[in-house]
């Protein structure tokens, strides 16, 4: 059996005191969990073998869901993620953030994983998610016991991808994120949170713990979310598209934001193709401008499920399948 | 490190002396010698495993004990009231939806789950229910209809439904 490495569980009852037990180990030694959906099969795998884990599961802190699309959400990071996308508000005013939480994984996996788990997924990579034994075997990689990566050899940097579903949908939604360290709280746009590098691919001391996340008011916004993966019933997204825009009464885009998930190390803005939406009406031009600007910056390596030419050919197709179906016209067929 | 765990396991009140580490899967069948709990992937991704922890479907491979204490934890084991088949169980031999079987508990502990809070579902809502199920048999059209059936008999009283 693959079975988990020792380590001490630690209980507390309040976030503070969270943060004080993994602020008194070194970094590495001790680990904050909640629905363990990522970083348990990561320690079966011997990727992380932390001395202490900092259980944050039963933290009612973390518990809460509140706001609607006129106020803006504040989500607990410790709500799941069947109660994020079955949230009534979060469906009504957020849908795209429904569709995304109810896209990853299987129903198992989201009775138990967390939203702010999710955006703190580990990056992953071919030959980064194996057994201990099957890594040993290629001499291990460069994210995890080893001095070469395996994608890209003459590398000096970590490829692994940013495979969260949420990530996306929340950077197109401009959500901020709260974290609670030894030095007290802070709060930063999402977008900060990540850096595209697959070993140090979060901004977040060893710490700080992700306590909420706050989304402004959205009423009005037309959002959509589209997961590409081999398997409609369960797998990590080879790619995500999430995509918020409003339309004037004309037609006239006045707000758009893009995001792409599973092309990089760090969820990616596509500013470049939100700005030829904007101040435009979603003519099939215009989308095919958009689609194209979005398709450039994208730059999938051979590491995830499916071929890197289809991947990088998807980030064109899906970002225009998108935007036709939010601007309420017909894809053509070819698309 | 070991620890004292307190679990309730299909009604029962049970203490077991086990390593920390030790996940729920391994201490239901290794501690507690409920070895109708599967273990497939150990890793999340076939569903075989699946126990309900308060009504709900979840991956014993993935969860330790002492995160569970003073939960209710359904197995296989308590599915059905002493010879009395639940009618999940009863459709699944009917209709020969269990090959090997070794999906099987997963499968109905799964499926229990959706009947009970959507005692009528369409076909589609039972495989999304089931999407984190894998059958390596690959006999998923008589898992769907014998969860179709139970369904349907739960509805008209003819068999047990817990």
Redo the contacts between chains.
């Keep these: 059996m693959l079975r988990l490495p020792p380590f001490t569980y630690l209980q507390p009852r309040t976030l503070g005191e969270a943060v004080r037990l993994l602020a008194e180990q070194p970094p590495g030694e001790a680990m904050a969990v909640a629905g363990g959906t990522d970083l348990y099969p990561n320690m079966k795998r011997r990727q992380f073998e932390p001395k202490y884990l900092v259980g944050l599961r039963r933290l009612p802190e973390l518990r809460f869901l509140h706001g609607d699309a006129r106020q803006g959400l504040t989500i607990g990071a410790g709500m799941t993620l069947t109660e994020v996308s079955t949230h009534p508000q979060v469906r009504q005013g957020y849908p795209a953030l429904a569709t995304a939480a109810g896209l990853v994984s299987t129903p198992q996996l989201r009775n138990m994983g967390t939203i702010g788990g999710n955006l703190c997924l580990d990056t992953r990579c071919n030959y980064y998610n194996q057994t201990y034994w099957w890594r040993q075997a290629i001499g291990f990689c460069l994210k995890k016991d080893g001095d070469t990566c395996w994608v890209a050899p003459g590398s000096r940097r970590c490829w692994a991808v940013a495979s969260s579903d949420t990530a996306p949908v929340l950077l197109a939604l401009q959500a901020q994120v709260t974290l609670l360290g030894p030095q007290g709280e802070r709060t930063l746009p999402l977008a900060a949170l990540y850096r595209d590098d697959g070993i140090a691919y979060l901004n977040k001391g060893h710490a700080e713990i992700l306590t909420r996340i706050t989304v402004p008011p959205a009423e009005g916004l037309r959002m959509a979310y589209v997961k590409l993966r081999r398997r409609g019933a369960f797998d990590f997204p080879v790619l995500g598209v999430a995509v918020a825009l409003r339309l004037a009464d004309d037609g006239t885009c006045t707000e758009a934001r893009l995001a792409l998930g599973a092309v990089a190390s760090a969820p990616l803005l596509a500013t470049e193709a939100a700005a030829l939406l904007q101040g435009n009406r979603l003519t099939p031009e215009v989308i095919e401008a958009a689609a194209a600007a979005a398709f450039r910056p994208a730059r999938p390596l051979d590491n995830t499920d499916l071929t890197l030419a289809y991947r990088k050919k998807m980030v064109r197709v899906h970002v225009a399948r998108t935007l036709y179906q939010l601007a309420g016209l017909a894809a053509p067929a070819a698309l | 490190?070991k620890?004292v765990v307190r679990l309730r396991v299909n009604g029962d009140e049970v203490e077991v002396w086990v390593?920390?580490?030790?996940?729920l899967l391994?201490v239901l069948r290794e501690d507690l010698q409920l070895t109708g709990t599967k273990?497939g992937c150990?890793?999340?991704e076939c569903?075989t495993c699946?126990v309900l922890?308060d009504g709900?479907?979840?991956?014993s491979?993935?969860?330790?004990p002492?995160?569970v204490q003073g939960q209710e934890i359904v197995t296989i084991e308590g599915v059905a009231a002493g010879s009395e088949l639940h009618a999940l169980q009863a459709a699944f031999a009917e209709l020969g939806a269990a090959q090997c079987g070794y999906c099987t508990p997963g499968m109905i502990l799964?499926a229990l789950a959706l009947l009970r809070t959507n005692p009528a579902p369409t076909r589609q809502e039972v495989?999304?229910?089931l999407?984190?199920n894998l059958c390596r048999c690959t006999g998923y059209l008589k898992i769907l209809d014998a969860v179709a059936r139970a369904a349907a008999s739960l509805k008209d009283g003819s068999s047990y439904g817990g």
């Design positions: 490190m620890t390593p920390v580490h030790k996940t391994e273990h150990e890793l999340g569903g699946t922890l709900q479907p979840v991956l491979c993935l969860v330790l002492i995160e799964t495989k999304e229910a999407a984190g």
